[in-house]
Nanobody, 123 residues
Framework: VQLVESGGGLVQAGGSLRLTCVAS????????IGWFRQAPGKEREFVAAISGSRGSTYYADSVKGRLTISRDNAKDTAYLQMNSLKPEDTAVYYCATAPTYYISSDLREYDGWGQGTQVTVSS
């Protein structure tokens, strides 16, 4: 499966962005989709994930209430709506797929990755 992210950019603190992840190739609607991010000098970290079967969601504590993950299986597309952005949200954001029915925050379980999209939040 190939994943392509888009929607990143520069935004002021308190602003919003909507990231999009389009999948192509061998796609399966039951796959879990996750969003991760990596800031300069830091390890890649989990942000949010959504299951394929029931659309259950799970978020990192740092983004709860501000970011919302969703998916449209008919379009092979996932989204990350980002509101009330903070400078500490600045990072490259990646979407990824995991061949699991359950939601995982462990990046080792994800075997398909996009190239990332840069999100920069100015103070």
């Amino acid at each position: 499966v190939q994943l392509v992210e888009s929607g990143g950019g520069l935004v002021q603190a308190g602003g919003s962005l909507r990231l999009t992840c389009v999948a192509s190739g061998r796609t399966d609607s039951w796959y879990t989709i996750g969003w991760f991010r990596q800031a300069p000098g830091k390890e890649r970290e989990f942000v949010a994930a959504i299951s394929g079967s029931r659309g259950s969601t799970y978020y990192a504590d740092s983004v709860k209430g501000r970011l919302t993950i969703s998916r449209d299986n008919a379009k092979d597309t996932a989204y990350l709506q980002m509101n009330s952005l903070k400078p500490e949200d600045t990072a490259v954001y990646y979407c990824a797929t995991a061949p699991t029915y359950y939601i995982s925050s462990d990046l080792r379980e994800y075997d398909g990755w996009g190239q990332g999209t840069q999100v920069t939040v100015s103070s």
